[in-house]
């Protein structure tokens, strides 16, 4: 069975810092993909950035980049030059190739401080 | 703006209730997940359907069923409940050929059971 453990219930940071999330997984497949998600008081599951599995090289999405270390089964979330906007949940998640059920961390509160 | 619109946002049921929830797609996303999540945890994969039938499931007892319709609309629904059905119900969905393997999210529903 696959599990994502996300070790950091909850963390602050100063605006304009960069902070980094922490995130493991456990599978023994070896096609499939990972994501973090953000849930700000909205409520709804933002997508922040999507890595798959057989590329080497991490992902980036502006602010947002992760270190994916696959044979550690490791997926940890820098995000630079934080943002009050950045306050939210955020969630580590893990989905097979051949299935489209996500699983989740129990995820990280993340409080930006002014 | 959000492409996937769930209703209602709340809703309190007393134990032993039926309910139903309501989920409205993007169009042409015909393939759309359920999730429950609790109070302080990630969200849980419920089931999911695809062109108005389901083909994967969560370990969710049969009183968890879902219906999808052509319009890209569907419902999760959920008899006798119990206290422990207490929790956000998010819809997600995305177009099955879509190469962005990140679903589309709603705000949920937040379900009470008194």
């Known amino acids: 069975a696959q599990t994502v453990t996300q070790s950091q219930p909850e963390m602050s940071v100063q605006e304009a810092e960069t902070v980094t999330l922490s995130c493991t997984y456990d599978t023994s497949e070896n096609n499939y993909y990972l994501f973090w998600y953000k849930q700000p008081p909205s409520r709804q599951m933002i997508l922040v950035i999507r890595q798959e599995a057989y590329k080497q090289q991490n992902a980036t999405e502006n602010r947002f980049s992760v270190n994916f270390q696959k044979a550690a089964k490791s997926f940890s979330l820098k995000i630079s030059d934080s943002q009050l906007g950045d306050t939210a949940m955020y969630f580590c998640a893990f989905r097979m190739n051949r299935d489209d059920k996500i699983i989740f961390g129990k995820g990280t509160r993340l409080h930006i401080l002014p | 703006e959000t492409g996937v619109t769930q209703s209602p946002t709340h809703l309190i049921k007393t134990r032993g209730q039926q309910v139903t929830l309501r989920c409205s797609s993007q169009?042409?996303?015909?393939?759309v997940s359920w999730y429950q999540q609790a109070l302080g945890q990630g969200p849980q994969f419920i089931f999911q359907y695809y062109r108005e039938e389901e083909n994967g499931r969560g370990n969710f007892p049969p009183r968890f069923s879902g219906l999808q319709f052509p319009n890209y609309s569907s419902e999760l629904n959920v008899n006798a409940l119990e206290l422990d059905d207490s929790a956000l119900y998010l819809c997600?969905?995305?177009?099955?050929?879509?190469?962005?393997?990140?679903?589309?999210f709603g705000s949920g529903t937040r379900l009470t059971v008194v």
């Open positions: 997600a969905s995305r177009a099955r050929d879509s190469l962005n393997y990140g679903y589309t």
């Open positions: 169009s042409g996303h015909n393939t």
